[in-house]
C-alpha cells in the first residue's frame, strides 16, 4: 500500500461540521497506514478510535515532546522544544511534576465551585448582546469574552486588569489580527503574567497561580504555566461555544435535548465537531500496532476527528444525536496528556450554550451558512465570526 503523500483536511462543500470525507475511506481500508508528512518525514497516519487511544494512552513508547515529532498539518520545519510550562510538549518526569501540582487546581469539585461564577459571567453577556440589540457576531460578543472572563477567575487576574487582559487574549486568535499584532499580544501577555506572578508571590490569593506561589516552581514556569492555561483553555472553549450554537442552528431539533440534558448534549458535541481534531506521538521504541510495525523515531498523526466518527466505537457516528451516550470519545483527547481543564471546559458549555438558547430562543444565523467563515486549516477548528439575529 503506498503511503499517503497529503492529509485530507478540506471539507465536503455544505458540511462544515464533518471531517474531509477521504478519511472515512483511509479508515475504512486500514486505521493505520503509512504517511508522508509535509516535511518529508515517513511516519504513520491513526484513524481508528482503538488505536488513536491506544497510542495516546501509552506514554512509554511514545513521545509528546515536540522537538522528537514532525508536524502533520504543514512543513514547519524542525520543531523547536515546548515553551516552560507548557505540559502539551513535555514527557515525564516534567510532565508529571507540572501535571501532580496542577491536578488537584481542576478537579470536578472545584470546577463546580466556579459554576456560579460562569453563570454571572454568562448572564452579564446576555444582558449586553439583548441590550445592543440585533444582529451582533456571536463569537466576539459572547463565544470569546465567557470563557477569557472565566480564566481571569481561575488565574486570579485583578478586575481592574480584566479589560486589558482579555484584548490582549482575544488578539491571539482574532482573525482581523496580524502577525505583528498577535506578535505584540504575545509579548504583552507575557510580560503581564510575569507581573502577576510576582504579585502572588507577595500576596497569595484564592486561585490557581496563587495556589501555586508557595510551590517549588520558579517564576519563569509559574508564567509560563499561566500562558499555558490561557492558550488551552481561550481558543478551544471558544471555538466550542460558537461551533456548537452554529450546529444546534443547522439542527435546531436538537436544542430541546440540550437542554433537558446539557450535560450529555455537551459530549455528543464535543464528540460531533471535535475541533481540536489532529494530533501526533513519535514513537522512542520499536512498536507492533495494529498489525504493523512502528519504528523508533517514527511519528504518528492521530487524526481524532476520524477517531470519533469511527462507527466501530459510536453507531451512525455521523449523525449529530444529542441524546446519545458519547463516553469515550477523544475530543479532550487520552492518557495522560488529556487536557487538564476538561472539567472546566464542560462546565462552561453545560452552562453557556443552554444559557444562550434559554434567553434567545429564536436566536438563528444572520447570513446564509455557507457566508460563516471557517477557521479551515487551523490547529482548533471552528468560526471566526458567527453573524446572528434574533427577535
Known amino acids: 500500500m503506498n503511503p499517503l503523500t497529503d492529509l485530507p483536511s478540506t471539507r465536503a462543500a455544505g458540511c462544515p461540521f464533518d471531517p474531509p470525507p477521504e478519511l472515512a475511506a483511509i479508515r475504512e481500508e486500514a486505521p493505520i497506514r503509512r504517511f508522508r508528512f509535509p516535511d518529508g518525514h515517513l511516519g504513520w497516519l491513526v484513524t481508528g478510535h482503538e488505536l488513536a487511544r491506544a497510542v495516546a494512552a501509552d506514554h512509554t513508547r511514545f513521545s509528546s515532546r515536540y522537538e522528537l515529532m514532525h508536524y502533520p498539518l504543514a512543513d514547519l520545519g524542525p520543531m523547536p522544544p515546548a515553551p516552560v ?24 469539585r472545584r470546577m463546580n465551585q466556579l459554576a456560579e461564577r460562569v453563570e454571572e459571567i454568562t448572564a452579564e453577556h446576555l444582558d449586553a448582546m439583548e441590550r445592543l440589540g440585533p444582529p451582533a457576531d456571536l463569537v466576539s460578543a459572547f ?38 499584532e498577535q506578535s505584540a499580544a504575545f509579548g504583552a501577555l507575557q510580560d503581564y503574567l510575569r507581573r502577576l506572578v510576582e504579585a502572588k508571590r507577595a ?14 516552581l520558579s517564576d519563569e514556569e509559574l508564567a509560563g504555566i499561566g500562558a499555558f492555561l490561557l492558550g488551552a483553555g481561550l481558543d478551544t472553549t ?31 458535541l464535543l464528540r460531533y465537531l471535535t475541533i481540536a481534531h489532529t494530533g501526533a506521538r513519535s514513537a522512542v521504541e520499536d512498536v507492533e500496532l495494529g498489525g504493523v510495525r512502528l519504528a523508533a523515531g517514527e511519528s504518528v498523526a492521530l487524526s481524532m476527528q476520524a477517531a470519533n466518527r469511527d462507527p466501530a466505537r459510536f453507531a451512525d457516528p455521523d449523525r449529530l444525536d444529542l441524546r446519545r451516550e458519547a463516553t469515550g470519545h477523544l475530543a479532550f483527547g487520552h492518557g495522560v496528556h488529556q487536557c487538564l481543564g476538561q472539567q472546566l471546559a464542560r462546565i462552561e458549555l453545560r452552562i453557556a450554550l443552554p444559557a444562550l438558547f434559554r434567553r434567545l430562543p429564536d436566536l438563528r444565523l444572520a447570513v446564509p451558512a455557507a457566508e460563516v467563515p471557517m477557521r479551515d486549516g487551523m490547529d482548533v477548528y471552528g468560526v471566526h465570526r458567527l453573524p446572528v439575529r434574533w427577535g
Request: glycine content about 10%.
Open 143 to 180: 463565544a470569546q469574552p465567557v470563557p477569557a472572563l472565566v480564566i481571569c477567575e481561575l488565574l486570579g487576574v485583578p478586575y481592574a486588569d480584566r479589560e486589558t487582559f482579555q484584548r490582549h487574549a482575544v488578539a491571539l486568535s482574532g482573525i482581523g489580527a496580524t502577525v505583528e
Open 85 to 108: 510550562g507548557d505540559l502539551t510538549g513535555i514527557d515525564a518526569p516534567e510532565h508529571t511534576r507540572y501535571r501532580k501540582l496542577l491536578a488537584g487546581k481542576f478537579t470536578v
Open 203 to 216: 500576596t497569595p490569593g484564592d486561585d490557581v497561580l496563587g495556589d501555586l506561589a508557595g510551590s517549588d
Open 238 to 268: 471558544a471555538n466550542m461555544i460558537a461551533l456548537g450554537a452554529f450546529a444546534l442552528f443547522t439542527w435546531p431539533e436538537q436544542v430541546e435535548a440540550l437542554l433537558a440534558d446539557p450535560a450529555r448534549g455537551v459530549e455528543e
